[in-house]
């Protein structure tokens, strides 16, 4: 189905995504333009995303949506892993019938994006990460009890937000695994060697400061771990580090993210 916000092109597409035991809620701008994919932040929504498209304009296809039980529309599901979130961008890029992409991952997104530009070099154009996938062992025992600890303490006033699309529909519980998951994918054992074999262009926007549920200067230091990533891989590179914090990045310094797709784009050797 078409859009019937008179603000969009006539070619935007609306619509549900069906994959696995679910269906995603999708935006297409449509048009010829390169296909960029924005990938959200774990419990975000593509609402989010909507200062970087108006910056890049309507010269690309803009693809977003919401992961599952997330926003207003996406179903639930028996399956919130994170193989499942990788699997989901090729769900909704067959449905769109796009063949290659940029990727553009905000915090959960930028992990989800790294994975799938390493398992994918033929179909991704290159990734912009944005503050997220640092190697970092940040997971511990207890961090893990802050974590379930921390979502606890959420589960009663997050049913007042479902509505609006700002919590998903996750319980409690499937959320903070889903957090513990995060960490253990985002050690240096797991997430190291997926970043040091990709071979397509990665540009990393870093924001400063803290982020939800982080403590002191934790998060300037897990953002250290990029010096050893740049070093080690050429394709990959800090393209800019922003004074945004982690949740206003996309809001305040969304041209830096956006000025990060035009360099990625602009190396594409198809279109040399």
Not at 172 to 201: F, H, K, M, Y
């Amino acid at each position: 189905m078409t859009t019937n916000n008179p603000s969009s092109t006539s070619s935007t597409w609306t619509g549900m995504v069906p994959v696995d035991d679910t269906a995603l809620a999708v935006t297409d701008t449509g048009g010829p333009g390169i296909p960029v994919v924005f990938l959200n932040g774990q419990f975000a929504t593509q609402g989010y995303w909507r200062h970087v498209i108006a910056d890049l304009g309507a010269g690309w296809r803009h693809i977003t949506y919401d992961e599952r039980a997330r926003g207003r529309k996406s179903g639930r599901s028996a399956d919130y892993s994170f193989e499942a979130a990788v699997r989901d961008v090729d769900a909704v890029l067959a449905a769109r019938g796009v063949d290659r992409a940029v990727l553009v991952g905000w915090s959960y997104g930028a992990v989800v994006g790294a994975h799938w530009a390493h398992r994918n070099p033929h179909r991704a154009i290159g990734a912009v990460l944005v503050d997220g996938a640092f190697p970092y062992d940040w997971l511990d025992e207890a961090m893990e009890q802050r974590i379930r600890k921390l979502f606890r303490r959420m589960r009663w006033f997050l049913p007042l937000l479902r509505p609006t699309g700002l919590a998903p529909r996750m319980n409690a519980d499937e959320q903070a695994e889903s957090n513990i998951e995060l960490g253990r994918l985002s050690s240096e054992r797991e997430l190291g060697p997926v970043l040091d074999a990709i071979t397509v262009p990665v540009r990393y926007v870093v924001a400063s400061g803290t982020s939800f549920g982080s403590k002191g200067d934790e998060q300037e230091r897990i953002r250290t771990s990029l010096d050893a990533v740049t070093a080690r891989n050429p394709n990959i590179r800090v393209g800019a580090k922003v004074t945004s914090n982690h949740g206003a990045i996309l809001k305040k310094d969304f041209a830096a993210v956006a000025t990060a797709v035009r360099e990625v784009a602009a190396l594409d050797p198809t279109k040399r």
